[in-house]
């Protein structure tokens, strides 16, 4: 018999994806300029110039052979150290060039990294909003997800139900900051409290909870934000890294995993067996190649910055309630009623393709991915005021 679990997934797209299909076929129907799609966080910036440079310059003078052949499982021996080299330095002290796994993108570092913590009947715990996927991914790993609410109004973490949420079977923490769909960036302080109760946690029950930090968006902050990094408070950390936002360049699909190289057990070890059972293994050699090149580089994340300041100042002036995100490019706003995805399905009525908050952990919001165009912003904005005064008018 066919899985049906799978099946199940198959054949139900998650929220988003619809949406963004919904979107595609209304697009074909009255025009790619009458509809305001803010449902996936597909970055609207064009890659930096040095990306089309690195690629040039690596087809014209590299041996092709090497440049498009199989790389080591877990990712070519250069490309792993200049990760290595660029974490350390950014940093500090944390990896080796064998702390290292190359995968494609942030969604793949996950999913690996679940299943080398991961024995079955295990529990991972997040905070809401979290990224829906974060469940399919421990349920592929044999593990169950507990989410976590955050604290009301700030979404930071609340430390008193984290420690409510630990048990014996807490093998791992996944926190994502900046946030999606929130773009809330964890302060020091609450890093430092976090690991310092998952470190009391694990010594009560002699078995390591494991920090894992899902980080897509680590670059994407606006007025000098500063993300910490989760290595530099708890040695029993990993960080599942993307490219997709940074450089603008999703469809890519290339990221790492970097395993804190003071981790307990044989991490590294269980990651390489994970991406070998998974099938996760030589991410594409070219981007590899790519990336190694262009470590700490960006695209243009000004545009994200003044989308968010524009729209934040006009939603609130038609009456939503928001927190003014501090990176990634969402926007997560209170929904005009209880109902988030009622207020949805309302909003697409004036064309604006909203994602309800309630595959996210948090009803009664919905989520504004504002990596558009400027000008689709400014095109959307009537449609936010008519949408809010049709509650006004009844």
């Known amino acids: 018999m066919i899985n049906k679990n799978y099946i199940r997934l198959g054949n139900v797209r998650s929220v988003i994806r619809e949406l963004f299909e919904y979107g595609n076929a209304r697009k074909r129907e009255i025009g790619e300029e009458n509809v305001f799609d803010f449902s996936l966080g597909n970055p609207s910036v064009p890659p930096p110039e040095e990306f089309k440079q690195v690629l040039c310059e690596l087809i014209r003078n590299t041996d092709p052979v090497q440049l498009h052949g199989y790389t080591s499982a877990q990712g070519a021996p250069q490309v792993r150290a200049a990760v290595a080299a660029y974490i350390n330095g950014t940093f500090g002290d944390h990896v080796t060039a064998d702390c290292i796994y190359m995968t494609c993108g942030a969604a793949a570092a996950l999913t690996i990294t ?51 949420a630990l048990t014996p079977k807490t093998k791992a923490v996944i926190i ?17 409290q976090l690991c310092a109760l998952l470190e009391e946690h694990s010594a009560k029950t002699g078995s390591p909870v494991y920090l894992i930090s899902d980080e897509p968006y680590r670059e994407l ?14 040695k029993n950390s990993i960080v599942c890294y993307s490219f997709s936002k940074s450089l ?110 309630d595959g996210f952990g948090c009803k009664g919001y919905v989520r504004i991915a504002y990596c558009v165009s400027p000008q689709m912003i400014e095109r959307s904005l009537p449609a936010f005021k008519a949408l809010a005064n049709s509650y006004k008018n009844g």
């Open 114 to 164: 679940l299943c080398a913590l991961c024995n079955g009947g295990d529990e991972v715990v997040t905070f809401t909003p979290y990224f829906p996927e974060y469940a399919v991914f421990a349920a592929q790993a044999g593990a169950t997800l507990v989410p976590v609410r955050s604290l009301p109004g700030t979404f930071d973490i609340d430390l008193a139900a984290l420690a409510s």
């Open 176 to 192: 994502n900051s900046p946030n999606n769909p929130s773009g809330v960036v964890y302060p020091e302080q609450s890093i430092r």
């Open 221 to 234: 902050v606006y007025g000098g934000e500063r993300v910490p990094y989760v290595m530099d408070y708890y």
């Open 248 to 357: 603008s360049v999703p469809g890519e699909r290339i990221g790492y995993i970097a395993v804190n190289k003071q981790a307990e057990g044989e991490v590294y070890a269980a990651v390489c067996g994970a991406g070998r059972s998974l099938g996760y293994v030589c991410a594409p050699s070219l981007l590899q190649f790519a990336v190694a090149k262009l470590m700490g580089r960006t695209s243009d994340i000004s545009v994200y910055r003044r989308n968010r300041d524009r729209l934040c100042s006009a939603l609130e002036s038609f009456g939503y309630k928001t927190v003014r995100p501090q990176g990634a490019f969402y926007l997560f706003v209170e929904a005009l009623e209880a109902d988030a995805a009622a207020f949805c399905e309302r909003a697409k009525k004036f064309e604006l393709l909203l994602v309800p908050g």
